[in-house]
């Protein structure tokens, strides 16, 4: 099957972005990835790759090599436009997130929401994992005028992780944790009908992630064909069962 991942030119979240790429190509599945214009070659955040902060709180070995993988691979250099690319053609759709600066390209696209809102109405796989969510929490359904989400539940970055991330580095490296000024739980909180029964924070984590072998500390919500996921921690077990959605999903 063929699975849409729009990403921004640069700032992507390193493990949401590789290892879901690499648990569904290993299924035998085709990952598309798709940029604001045709033919550019994304880049993940650098900070993720070196170590945010005194070689601390970056990306685990595991996902940087998928990562160092990925970057060789046809895919990911010849990327395809968000304004272009016919989402009738694709049986799933996968957002990713990450918090550096970057990311507000993505994030804050309409063009990308218009694409997403009419993929969403196809009823195919959709996953969504961190700041991804917002993505979708910013998408209106062309037919009630509302978040594609009012209806869902779901998770994302919750507020707690995004502030100890915030207040821990913010002397040295400023507003790097905080995307926009409003936290991404109260945003995505916002868009649903019902947030205090829909929105699922997940049992409280700050540095355990679930890894190939142990999803222990991962947590996902899926509701009908809507996967979700709250941080890197969870991308194992989230890219493990957005390829269980894929497949048992009939065209």
């Known amino acids: 099957m ?8 640069h700032d992507f979240d390193v493990t949401e972005v590789a290892v879901p790429w690499r648990i569904l190509t290993d299924a035998g599945h085709e990952v598309v990835f798709t940029t604001e214009r045709a033919g550019t070659v994304p880049a993940a955040d650098p900070r993720l790759l070196t170590g ?3 070689g601390q709180l970056g990306a685990e070995a595991e996902p940087r090599t998928f990562y160092q993988q990925l970057t060789g691979t046809p895919e990911f250099t010849a990327t395809v436009s968000w304004s272009e690319v016919d989402v009738d053609d694709f049986d799933g759709l996968l957002l990713p997130g990450g918090h550096a600066p970057g990311m507000r390209q993505y994030l804050g696209s309409e063009t990308l929401q218009r694409q997403v809102a009419r993929f969403w109405t196809l009823g195919r796989p959709v996953g969504a994992i961190c700041h991804g969510v917002l993505v979708l929490a910013r998408s209106e359904d062309p037919a009630t005028g509302r978040s594609v989400l ?3 539940r779901t998770t994302c970055l ?3 992780m995004e502030r100890v991330a915030y207040f ?3 002397w040295r490296l400023g507003r790097y944790y905080r995307t926009y000024p409003a936290y991404v739980e109260d945003e995505v909180r916002a868009a649903l009908d019902n947030p205090d029964t829909q929105f699922q924070r997940g049992p409280l984590e700050l540095t355990r992630r679930g890894t190939a072998t142990d999803d222990t500390p991962a947590f996902i919500v899926e509701d009908r064909n809507y996967l979700s996921a709250r941080w890197p921690g969870d991308a194992y077990l989230f890219g493990r069962r957005y390829v269980a959605l894929l497949e048992g999903t009939e065209r």
């Open 2 to 9: 063929r699975v849409l991942m729009p990403v921004p030119d």
């Open 52 to 54: 945010v902060i005194f």
């Open 150 to 152: 009012a209806q869902r």
């Open 158 to 160: 919750p507020k707690y």
């Open 168 to 170: 821990s580095t913010a």
